[in-house]
């Protein structure tokens, strides 16, 4: 659609958002992050209003860098994030030019959004019933609409109208890109992969001759609005995708040279590295950014798989449910990169669902111990590298990862499969002590207790207490709706209160509470329940309260459903819960713990005897750039 007032390049004009909506049409290009504003930003943009309303000036904007395409079409460079938010703003307010019309106008709105949005932005802007957002920058643009009409009611139309913009055409994408990260005024913090994308239109720009400088930013344009439409998450997601992470764990595994923590704040020199690579003239260059932007396409297919493996189609079961189940240690950011090395390098397959497995193993036994998450960080960040880089077998990876950075389950399997029984120390820490006698396992390894559970009532339903025991829920498989529904929002409980009410232990009272002391915060003495309304409950002896528990339950906890038979908990005594009780149920859960994590579970993975432990990686510094949230 023709202007009505053309910008040339390199001009500047400043407009209202009135003469905006009344004389301009922008686009914006594939290669721009989807719709990605939410509750900080809207607010900030009420309280700019409303202040300079008070004030009786109008809101300034900043700059919108634009650029032309071939058809000689307005591309929004810098300033999407805003323009559409007002575009939202003035629907939400009913704005007469921003509200279902009998004539529809669905081409007739300043800004038109990427090819995945743009239908469902129109329908929310002209059509009375707009459909179910299926994505997640869908679902926030129609939150916005709602926050803005609960929150900024009070805003007058024609003050917002009032708001001025300077627009600034630049004389070619590259220039655009290159001067965005420096006009990027209030909106969102510029991801990497943003400087990444915009560093790549400037190599092409300076570097590529023209003839073949069209071709190759549409390959640009055309890469990474794959890689934005596939990093973008279904609407159901609560969280949207750490754009920087998945870049981070990119450059580990393709980079020249392992990468340190402090390199990640050199993009320049990482971007200009991988498309320098082979200095022999423009054409290479060119070819080293294809190469590049394929990679990087290539890695966001896998990654989105990795993030939100119950929201991508995943055709090998077993992987899905892999991933699913890594995802609940909720400590996943640790081995992300091989996770991300073997799914790339070996596809799909049984070999990358058990090796997922085994890190899944190796994450919880680090957690066991207390090893904070990023230790032995470089080491496995070397292992995902051989896995991409060097094509490590899966033997290779397994023994790596094992003999490298996995603790030690018992000293019964520290000597099963290391040769050198002098091997272990006196301070060596063993994953399995926290299950079976730790103390203070409710303040040490509360984060950890759903996921223990969760597993725990898998277990349950293939090898019940008895034969007819129910199964954990009344459906064929926990699920993951379930899983993140209801199952996470349990609460942790002791089965022998915390604070037991004295009245209803009447026998052996003092007794039982002095003893049941030491064994007060071990996991024999807790369990998941739901939210009760009577607390009071909660302080009740054992089974009066068990038996409250049990009728209460929106699901069935086949875990305590168990406490209801002699064979798991030894006889109760007075009715009361006690220490003999606790250490009989903490065996029950060691004996599932072993075959879960344990050594048992080790039993089917090629774990060879002559690899040698290394040494020398369990001092790694945090590194908050990778520690990303689950969807």
Known sequence: MAQKQPIAPNESRLYSIDAIIRQYRFAIPGF???????????NDLIGDLRETSKQNKSLFLGMAVIGKDQNDEYLIIDGQQRLTTIALLLHALNDPEFVPQAVQKVHEAFIRPQATDASYFFKILFEKNAEEPKTYSQRLMREAVGHFRASASDIAIKHIREGTIIVYCAENVQKGTSLYERVNLRG??????????????????RNVPQAERA??????????TS?????????????PVNLDTFLNVHWILYALAQPKTTDFKNLYDFVDREVNKDKVGNSAVAGNIRQYIRELDRFASAWRKIISPNYVEIQN??????????????????FTPLIAAALLAWGETKETADFIRLCE?????????????HSGRSRRWGIARDIMQKGYSYKDAVNAVFWDTCPWWDAEEMLKYNKNENDGTPDTKFAAWRIADDSNTYNAFRYYLHYFFWEYALWLDRNPIRANQRRAVDIPILNQQLWEEVFRVLEVEHIFPQNPDKSKIKKYAERHIKRMKQRLHSLGNLTLIPSLDNKEMLNYPFEEKLNYLLSKEIIHLNFNDAL????YTG????????????IQRAGHLLKFAQERWGTAFLASYPIDNSYERSEGHEDDEADDDLSHEIL
């Open 188 to 205: 969102l913090d510029v991801a990497k992969i943003e400087i990444v994308k915009n560093r790549l239109f400037d190599i092409a720009g």
């Open 571 to 582: 006889r109760i005594t007075d009715g009361v819960w006690s220490v003999d009780n606790c």
């Open 564 to 567: 209801k038979y002699k064979a």
């Open 361 to 373: 193993a190796v994450n919880f036994r680090q957690a066991l111990v207390g090893n904070p998450s």
């Open 32 to 42: 721009q992050r989807l719709y990605a504003w939410g509750k900080r930003e809207w």
């Open 227 to 239: 890689i934005y439409v596939k990093l973008n998450p279904p609407a159901s997601c609560k969280t």
């Open 215 to 224: 071709k190759l930013e549409d390959d640009i344009t055309t890469a990474f």
């Open 317 to 334: 079961i077993e992987l899905r449910d892999a991933l699913l189940s890594l995802l609940r240690v909720r400590r996943d950011g640790a």
